[in-house]
């Protein structure tokens, strides 16, 4: 199946996403690589302030490059998954209905998406120029100290995704 989904409508969906299913998403996407991941468990452990609502918000796993004129981002690919799978559960568990990034997730995350009845999408690997022409917005919101891997707020356009882990417990790479 194919769906075109606003990341907000992302809760109301999840439900019915099955592994193999195109998405095509738009609407507000945050990027969260390790070290900013670090920093929001931190923040989540010591009660601190976030950077953004996790309550159903959308991860990429990307550290996007500077803009060239004209367009929001510069390359803008997905980052390996399993780097951020030790903080993932926490976030799941906080809200977060959905992950974008490549490759494999642990048994542990996997769970928390079925416990969550959230989802984990894929994109392209190796082409984040191409992926870039599908954000229209992009601003950092936190961590600008991390550079490429600060937290941004981006704004998806029609970005292509597979479901690649369900809330039932389907998994492409299980296949």
């Given at each position: 199946?194919?769906?075109?989904?606003?990341?907000?409508?992302?809760?109301?969906?999840?439900?019915?996403?099955?592994?193999?299913?195109?998405?095509?998403?738009?609407?507000?996407?945050?990027?969260?690589?390790?070290?900013?991941?670090?920093?929001?468990?931190?923040?989540?452990?010591?009660?601190?302030?976030?950077?953004?609502?996790?309550?159903?918000?959308?991860?990429?796993?990307?550290?996007?490059?500077?803009?060239?004129?004209?367009?929001?981002?510069?390359?803008?690919?997905?980052?390996?998954?399993?780097?951020?799978?030790?903080?993932?559960?926490?976030?799941?568990?906080?809200?977060?209905?959905?992950?974008?990034?490549?490759?494999?997730?642990?048994?542990?995350?996997?769970?928390?998406?079925?416990?969550?009845?959230?989802?984990?999408?894929?994109?392209?690997?190796?082409?984040?120029?191409?992926a870039s022409k599908c954000i229209v917005n992009c601003r950092?919101i936190a961590y600008e100290d991390l550079g490429c891997e600060?937290?941004?707020?981006?704004?998806?356009?029609?970005?292509?995704?597979?479901?690649?882990?369900?809330?039932?417990?389907?998994?492409?790479?299980?296949?």
């Open positions: 199946m194919e769906y075109n989904i606003d990341s907000a409508q992302l809760r109301e969906y999840a439900p019915v996403l099955k592994a193999g299913d195109r998405v095509i998403l738009s609407g507000k996407v945050y990027t969260s690589r390790d070290a900013a991941h670090k920093r929001i468990t931190q923040a989540l452990k010591n009660g601190g302030e976030l950077p953004y609502s996790l309550n159903d918000a959308v991860i990429y796993y990307a550290g996007p490059t500077p803009a060239p004129k004209g367009l929001a981002v510069g390359s803008c690919g997905p980052t390996t998954s399993s780097r951020m799978d030790v903080f993932a559960s926490l976030l799941l568990d906080k809200g977060v209905v959905a992950m974008i990034g490549k490759g494999e997730r642990s048994q542990a995350v996997c769970d928390a998406i079925i416990r969550n009845k959230a989802v984990y999408l894929c994109a392209i690997g190796g082409a984040g120029a191409l950092v600060s937290v941004k707020e981006l704004t998806f356009s029609n970005f292509p995704l597979t479901v690649a882990v369900d809330c039932s417990g389907g998994n492409i790479f299980k296949r």
